[in-house]
């Protein structure tokens, strides 16, 4: 086998390892919360039909890239994934909005906080006295 084939098998072992730990915390989550039991067998069935999906989720999205000649998803591909289910795609509009908001508000404390200092920077070059070899070469 390939070095980068055994590299890709062993992330593809690691990530299926991190989806059935997750199915299993969730599955716990439930149980505790709704006082019912999920077997060994349910919970990795959980965790499989969880792994497949996404792999079928990502197989859309390259698609969807291909097509719209790009090779970044955006959160309008994924809107288009969640249409079928009203109300993850309304959990998921109300998410993308909320994120948009934040990435708005980071940007605008960036633009205040460089013409802050942009204005101390001009304020302080206007105030330095100026020294005697300095006038002198302006002469």
């Known amino acids: 086998m390939e070095p980068g084939r055994e590299r890709v098998g062993l992330t593809f072992q690691r ?3 991190a989806v059935h730990y997750t199915a299993g915390c969730l599955c716990q989550d ?7 039991q999920f077997s060994k067998q ?9 792994f497949r999906q996404c ?3 990502f197989g859309c ?7 719209a000649k790009r090779s ?8 288009l994934l969640a249409r079928r289910s009203n109300s993850l795609l309304k959990y998921i509009t109300q998410k993308s909005e909320e994120l948009t908001s934040n990435n708005m508000e980071q940007k605008e ?3 205040k906080k460089s013409s802050a200092a942009k204005g101390r920077r001009t304020s302080e070059e206007q105030e330095a006295p100026v020294s005697e070899s300095e006038d002198s070469n302006m002469a």
Not at 30 to 36: L, M, P, Y
Not at 42 to 50: L, M
Not at 61 to 67: A, S, V
Request: with cysteine; net charge positive.
């Open 109 to 111: 404390k960036k633009k």
């Open 61 to 67: 999205f390259l698609i969807i890239c291909r097509h």
């Open 72 to 79: 970044t998803v955006n959160s309008e591909d994924v809107k």
């Open 30 to 36: 439930v149980a505790e919360d709704k006082g019912v």
């Open 55 to 57: 792999g079928t989720t």
């Open 42 to 50: 349910a919970v990795a069935a959980i965790a499989e039909i969880t």
């Open 15 to 17: 990530l299926r390892a």
